[in-house]
């Protein structure tokens, strides 16, 4: 399922034929399993390289392949000359104003090298108290103008370190920076580039995080404002990422359930889809398809909205599996009606399924779960921003944030870690059922200008239940390609 304007055929018709239509760039996605050389072919510009923190992030990007620069004639010698040794390069020169160094290796130096950049800027401490004019914001407006002539499906990632934390001024640049992300990313989305903001507690949290963010697994993830903190599970987490663990998805038959089983399958994971008994035919299938790729799926029948349902849900596993290492509350509903038209039971179903349905079943595979297993709970831009005769699906999906913050605060004495996912405009089934004007519009408040596909939730919810995300937890990340509203 792709977007007609994705397709080969009608951009090479549009791009004869004059229209005033903006085509989207296509996004350069994951194929397949995760590897450890997935920024292989993309190149890295490091802004600033003092201090652990620096180094982890720049060491992770040139461990998943990626071709560093250093443009830090300040940075530190001995951590400069670790890239280097690495195969990485030094650059002399400052990251200055437009025109200078670190706006011409963004365009590709004297080769015009066009490979993706993943272009990392540790924000710095502003010197003195004036933040209006100071070499701090300074250098944001640098790496911003570097950014904007960027190659295609690029990454800009804002780094805020320790030494922002705990005082006034490092406060307001901390805002300054969120600030300036938020609309950085609004203008870098239609070439395909994303821009975060990173708020390092850990170096290594830090550095995995941003392996993640400059991967093609987070294509059609922008405006992300994460806090990389130390792992709640300790050693736990480094244990195998994904291979060998049992996950239940719910809600899995089909659309975004059903991408995240498969998805997880391909990674080595045992998942259990789970989903209503009236969805066996379309579960059966998704459970066939990981079977036939030498995957290991269960399906197990169960309405989640329902106590006897959650707890056979935890009997099948316990009997089968004895554990539990990850679980993806996905299955979800809309019954949408204005206020007005809107019945008691349109209003309870929702709630029920879409929210009440994650206790049932958090409850009942409690007992399963291990430290370092780690919850993903789907909520929705809807519950960030509210949406026209979506009260009760907002309202549920809303809850389903708080939730996710509870549960991550609840279980971290127990090594547990929760996530929220706020999918945008996805193309599944759910989406399919909107009339056409809606779906164009919801693809043109994008700042990618295009819908996202379930696989682009399914290698977010990959990457929040496994290590390489041991230090992310309480938190909501939209996958969205940038929607304009609900910020
Ligand atoms: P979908 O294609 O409708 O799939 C949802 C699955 O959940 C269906 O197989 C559905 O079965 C199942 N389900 C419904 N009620 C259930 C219950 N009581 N117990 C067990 N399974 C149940 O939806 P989707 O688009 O993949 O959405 C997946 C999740 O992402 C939902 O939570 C949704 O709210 C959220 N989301 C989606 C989008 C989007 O753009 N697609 C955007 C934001 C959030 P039936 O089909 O038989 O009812």
Redesign the pocket.
Known sequence: MDDWSLNPNVRKLLQRVPLPISLPTPLRRGTGRSTAGELTGTRAVVTHLRDALDLAMAQAVQQAGAAVTVVDPAGDATLTGRIVDGGGQFVAGTADLPGGVLHAIAQGGATGDRRPVTLIHRVIRPHGVDLAVNEATDALLSVGHAAASLPPNSRLLLVLGPDLRGDSLGGLMTAATQGFMRSAFKELGKSGTTCHVIRAEDAQSAAALAAFLASPRAAFLTGLDLLARKSVAGDAADGPELDGKVVLV??????????IAERLALEGSHVWI???A??QA??ADTVAQIRARGGHAEFVA?????LS?AQAIADAIGKSAGRLDGVIH?????RDRTLKKMSVAQWRQVL???FG?MHLVQTAVAPLLQPGSAMVL?????GISGNFGQTN?STS?SAVIELAKQWAVDGQARGLRANAI??????????AQMPVINREMAKQLTAMLQ??L?LD?AELACFLVGGQSRGVTGQVLRCDGGMAFGA
């Open positions: 719910t809600g899995a038959a089909r659309g975004i359930g059903a991408s789970n989903d209503i009236q969805s379309a579960a169960a309405d989640v909205g329902t349902g996905n299955a979800g509903i809309t029920q399924v879409n349905a789907m909520s929705s831009v809807m699906y999906k706020a999918p945008g405009f996805i193309l599944t089934d759910m989406t819908p996202g379930p939730v």
